[in-house]
Structures are given as structure tokens and as C-alpha cells.
């Protein structure tokens, strides 16, 4: 099922302005220089990672998602307080070696404002913070850049206390929006602090599915099994692409910034068979080769997914070893040298439905110390009756805010 892994689920997860010629003016569209544009490059590259990796994980269910643009956020807040060999392997396993710290944490600064205001009829929140415990001492500049670039949030708390494991778990759930209500289950005697990234996303449709369409409907599952399933439906004028191994819609949310693209294998292929061919270059031939198609006669499930991983193991097979011992460098963060990154852990919410998406998604680093009819029009059938991928992007840059795979809706 998982014998091919991905060349390329993200083209664009994250990347906006390196300076102030990056705008979105009244149409929402979204100027790059060059040097987001390569940054674009890069994060696709450690988004694409990330993905295949938790693909290919035998123990990952048959419905996900991941946020790259959590994950990427998190751990950037991290790399601003890494110093030597640490700083290096977070580099090269977060494609970050051909930007400064400074450079990075502007295009995030823009990122963070202009994903949040791009479209006014989707609500697109970020948000950031930092706990630690009280009387650890923290570098004043580490806590001033994140706050600065990353709007972060800054908690000294008892982690003693009950009441600060409470008090994470509310702001997890108040950020987003209480579909994800907890992030921590218990506060480890040896730590010292938590990242934490949060990001909600609520698009309606830009054309909305009328509920008394949805109808329940066979999707196939592995081994030549069905199960039923909501089905919402409807006709529509969409972009669409159909090549020799899947076809692909574009279903816009609010005045179009954002969409969520949706990648049917034919019948005689799989997931694996598009994925297997997911290179950059295939990826921008496909955007280019979409094109306006009229009477598409569509048919997607509704679902709703929750998912939670570890990422220790993955950022480590990514060459981000050292962050994760005793010989960590986070000199950035603590001069004594003696913290290191105990967890990584990673929550995401979607659901699909007849009115549009509602996702979030949260990622948190833990820190501890080593010491302490005949006449119709011709249609286009899109029936997604059979295991997909979805990613939910911004169309300026390529964006991939959350991305998925649907191998069954019911479970």
C-alpha cells in the first residue's frame, strides 16, 4: 500500500516576503521577490519530508493530515536559540542553509501577517507562544526575537503547579478553537519549557453544497471493500486536470485565495501511483495544465479526521540528531548549555462538510535539561468514491496550509 513515497505533496508550504516590496494588495494577491521564492523552494523540500515519512509509517491510520506550517513554525522558533553542530543539523534538515536567522524570521513575521489577512471571508489564525518554568533562567533575546517575529506569547509558570498544565491546555484549545483541546497529558518533572504553534483555519465554500444532495453513497476501501458514505454533490464550473494516472479539482473557499485541491486516482490506479510520480516539475505542469472545465459533476464524502504523531524519530532520520541529546547546543536559549529537545509532538483537526472546512492544527516541542438526460450538457464526473489526497492551499504562492489523505471517510 505505502511501497512508493512521496516525491512532492508540498510545493509551497510556507514563504511570503524577504522585504516590504512583498504585498497583498485589494485582490488579495500576494508579490514574491526571489528570495521567497527560494524560500518556497526550500520548505517544500522539508514539508515533503515530513509527509512521506509519516506516509510511509506502517502505524499511521488510514485517514490524516499533517500542518507543514505548524511543524515549520515550531521548530524555527527553536533553530533562533541553536548554535553550532545543532544549529547546523536543524539547518539542513529544515532546508535552511542558504538563509540567516534574520532573514528566515522576516519572511515568517510576513507570512504570519498575510496568511491571516489575504482573504477576509476565510478566518486564518496563528499563533505562538513560550512557557518555561519559573526561575529557569532564559536568554532575553531569544524570548525578544520570537516575540517580535513570531508574535509569541512568553509564560514564566510553576510548572509544579497543576494549574499550568491546565492553563496550556486551555490556550491549545482556545487557539483552535477548542478542536483541539489538549496537547499535553502531564508536565514532565525535567522540564524547563514548551514551543508551542497553533493554527485554525474556516473557509466556507465559495459555492456552498446543498445538504439535501448528500446522499450515502459505496466508497471503496482496501481490498475491494465498500463502505457507505456521505456523499455531498453537485455541478459546478471548476479547474480541473485529468492525465493518465488521477484527476484533480480545485474547490475555492471565500473569494478564492484559498482552495482545497483534491487528487482522485483513475480507476485502475492508487494513491501510491500519483504519489510515486509527485516531483517539482510534475507539479508545476499540473497547476499550469488546469484549466476551467464546465458541469463537473462532483461527489466528495464528508469526513472528519483526527490525527496525532511523535516526530522525534522522523526529524532525527532527517539528520536533526544532535537537537534531541545531552550534547544539544541551545546556548541561544540557556548559556549553560544543558537543554535539549525531548519531544516533538504534533495534533490535527479537519472536517469536511456541506458548508466548507474547519481545520487546526498544533505542534509543541518539549524542552527538558540534562540535569534538572440526451439534451444535457456533456458532464465531468469527479466521484470520489475511492481513497484520495486533499491539501488545502493558498493559490498565490502555492501555500499548502494542511494536507491528507481520505482512505476511508467513515472511520
Known amino acids: ?32 521577490d526571489l528570495k521567497s521564492q527560494t524560500l518556497i523552494e526550500a520548505d517544500n523540500e522539508f514539508g515533503l519530508d515530513i509527509f512521506q515519512s509519516v506516509y510511509a509509517d506502517k502505524e499511521t491510520p488510514e485517514n490524516f493530515m499533517i500542518s507543514p506550517l505548524s511543524i515549520s513554525l515550531a521548530l524555527s522558533m527553536a533553530y533562533n536559540g541553536a548554535e553550532t553542530e545543532t544549529k547546523e543539523e536543524m539547518s539542513k534538515a529544515m532546508r535552511m542553509e542558504d538563509f540567516t536567522r534574520d532573514e528566515m524570521n522576516d ?78 497529558n502531564e508536565i514532565s518533572p525535567d522540564a524547563v519549557m514548551y514551543l508551542i504553534n497553533a493554527i485554525y483555519f474556516n473557509g466556507k465554500w465559495s459555492q456552498e453544497f446543498n445538504p439535501e444532495s448528500t446522499q450515502e453513497l459505496s466508497f471503496a476501501i482496501a481490498n475491494n471493500q465498500y463502505v457507505q458514505a456521505p456523499m455531498m454533490g453537485r455541478e459546478d464550473t471548476l479547474n480541473y486536470l485529468s492525465n493518465d494516472t488521477f484527476s484533480a479539482i480545485e474547490l475555492p473557499y471565500g473569494k478564492g485565495n484559498f482552495n482545497m485541491m483534491v487528487m482522485l486516482p483513475n480507476f485502475d490506479k492508487s494513491v501510491d501511483d500519483v504519489i510515486a510520480q509527485f516531483t517539482p516539475e510534475n507539479w508545476k505542469k499540473w497547476q499550469s495544465d488546469m484549466k476551467i472545465t464546465n458541469n463537473i459533476d462532483i461527489r466528495l ?14 526529524l532525527q532520520n532527517m539528520g536533526m540528531k ?30 469536511v462538510d456541506e458548508e466548507g472546512t474547519e481545520a487546526a492544527a498544533v505542534t509543541i516541542i518539549g524542552f527538558e535539561t540534562t540535569s534538572a438526460g440526451p ?35 467513515t472511520l
Open 1 to 32: 500500500m505505502k511501497t512508493k513515497l512521496i516525491s512532492l505533496l508540498i510545493i509551497a508550504t510556507i514563504a511570503f516576503a524577504c522585504n516590504q516590496e512583498n504585498t497583498v494588495d485589494d485582490s488579495g494577491k500576494i508579490d514574491l
Open 107 to 184: 519572511i515568517y513575521q510576513k507570512l504570519i501577517d498575510e496568511l491571516t489577512k489575504v482573504d477576509p471571508k476565510v478566518v486564518m489564525e496563528i499563533a505562538n507562544s513560550i512557557w518555561y518554568r519559573n526561575g529557569y533562567p532564559v536568554q532575553q533575546d531569544f524570548l525578544d526575537v520570537n516575540n517580535t517575529f513570531y508574535n509569541a506569547e512568553v509564560e514564566e509558570a510553576d510548572f509544579m503547579d497543576p494549574n499550568t498544565l491546565t492553563r496550556i491546555n486551555k490556550w491549545v484549545s482556545d487557539k483552535t478553537h477548542e478542536k483541539i483541546p489538549t496537547i499535553l
Open 301 to 314: 464524502p464528508k469526513f472528519k479526521v483526527e490525527f496525532e504523531i511523535k516526530l522525534n524519530q522522523i
Open 322 to 351: 544532535q537537537a534531541f541529546t545531552a550534547q544539544a547546543d541551545f546556548i541561544g536559549i540557556n548559556p549553560a548549555r544543558d537543554l535539549f529537545i525531548s519531544f516533538v509532538k504534533h495534533k490535527t483537526f479537519v472536517e
Open 375 to 409: 439534451n444535457e450538457p456533456q458532464k465531468t464526473y469527479f466521484h470520489c468514491d475511492r481513497p484520495f489526497l486533499f491539501a488545502i492551499t493558498e493559490k498565490e504562492t502555492g501555500a499548502i496550509l494542511f494536507m491528507g489523505k481520505i482512505g476511508n471517510p
